[in-house]
């Protein structure tokens, strides 16, 4: 018995040996604040390495867009876009202008096809130009609705573009729109993804191109066709063809200006018939950005009301 007491004391020496060991690293590690950058290093170190390497830290935000601008505007580059024809008919396939502009002292190469490796065991590469599409059409049997779409190109050759000259790409924009859609107006905006960009003597590099957005305004052929200044396509619609209302109001709000076309819709309403009637409701609702349904009443009350004096004085928000 006098062993095993001994024992146990022995252990509880042993014991609180550990505890207080365990109290002194306890508090040495909890006595001061940690390092403010939290990874246990110095502040100013760090601070001096976020400015030597771009791929560090805050840097690291910096939109991809700002760079590539400020690489282009350093080498004097510029980019435009425009569609072929100010307004498309419906049925037919619009097209964009893209032009690349060198003002700077280098020739520049943007280069769309390359082949690596030997035969037979090479293989090409193309470079692709991509769309976005997104905007809104309307329709006598669903109104206004909203389309999205993305389309990609890639039949093109290198693109060559000495100091002092611009080159032009022409590209097909082959929207699917609805069957039954009436008018529609479209924003693309077009991006060039080249395997490389060859600027002088410059070591290539691959950045993306990036052309301002493009509004594609589409409307049955025979409003498409006519004159900007005449009025016969939007009289005629309200007379006798419902579905060329919209596109002939949105073409005549051009020249004229919104106020004047929703001013003769309001007068024209109800309309000669049903779908006369529908096609004026669509039309008011896109050029006013106010959803008022089907009503005649509310159409007249929101016209004589506080908006609706806003609106025509051009006043109040419009879409």
Same mark, same amino acid.
């Given at each position: ?42 502040? %100013?170190?760090? +601070? ?80 692709? &130009? ?20 993305? &389309? ?77 200044? %005449? %009025? ?17 109001? &949105? ?21 000669? %018939? ?12 896109? &050029? ?9 009443? +509310? ?21």
């Amino acid at each position: 018995m006098a062993l095993a007491g001994g024992s146990l004391r022995k252990r509880s020496r042993f014991a609180a040996a550990l505890l207080v060991v365990f109290e002194f690293v306890s508090n040495s590690g909890c006595s001061s604040p940690a390092p403010a950058n939290g990874a246990g290093g110095d502040p %100013d170190r760090e +601070r001096a390495l976020l400015g030597a390497n771009p791929f560090l830290g805050e840097r690291q935000e910096t939109p991809r867009e700002s760079i590539a601008a400020a690489y282009f505007a350093e080498r004097g580059l510029s980019f435009a876009a425009a569609p072929v024809a100010a307004w498309q008919a419906l049925d037919e396939v619009a097209e964009l202008r893209l032009v690349v502009r060198n003002d700077g002292a280098q020739p520049v190469t943007f280069v769309a096809r390359r082949t690596r490796g030997l035969w037979p065991f090479d293989s090409d590469e193309q470079a692709c &130009l991509c769309l976005e599409a997104r905007g809104r059409f309307g329709a006598l049997r669903v109104g206004i609705q909203s389309l999205q779409a993305s &389309l990609r190109h890639d039949d093109f050759d290198d693109l060559e573009v000495p100091p002092g000259e611009q080159r032009e790409l022409r590209v097909p924009v082959a929207l699917e729109l609805p069957a039954d859609a009436d008018a529609a107006v479209v924003e693309v905006a077009a991006r060039l993804h080249p395997l490389a960009i060859r600027c002088g003597a410059e070591p290539e590099r691959v950045v993306t191109l990036r052309f301002p957005p493009v509004e594609l305004r589409y409307v049955p052929a025979a409003v498409a066709a006519a004159a900007a200044d %005449d %009025d016969a396509p939007f009289a005629r619609a309200q007379e006798q063809i419902a579905r060329h209302l919209l596109g002939a109001a &949105l073409r005549r709000a051009e020249s004229r200006g919104a106020v004047e076309v929703v001013d003769a819709l309001m007068l024209s309403l109800p309309g000669p %018939d049903a779908a006369g009637r529908r096609a004026r409701f669509i039309a008011l609702e896109w &050029l006013t950005g106010r959803r008022l349904g089907d009503s005649v009443e +509310r159409w007249r009350s929101w016209w004589e009301s506080a908006d609706g004096m806003s609106f025509s004085a051009g006043e109040s928000e419009r879409p």
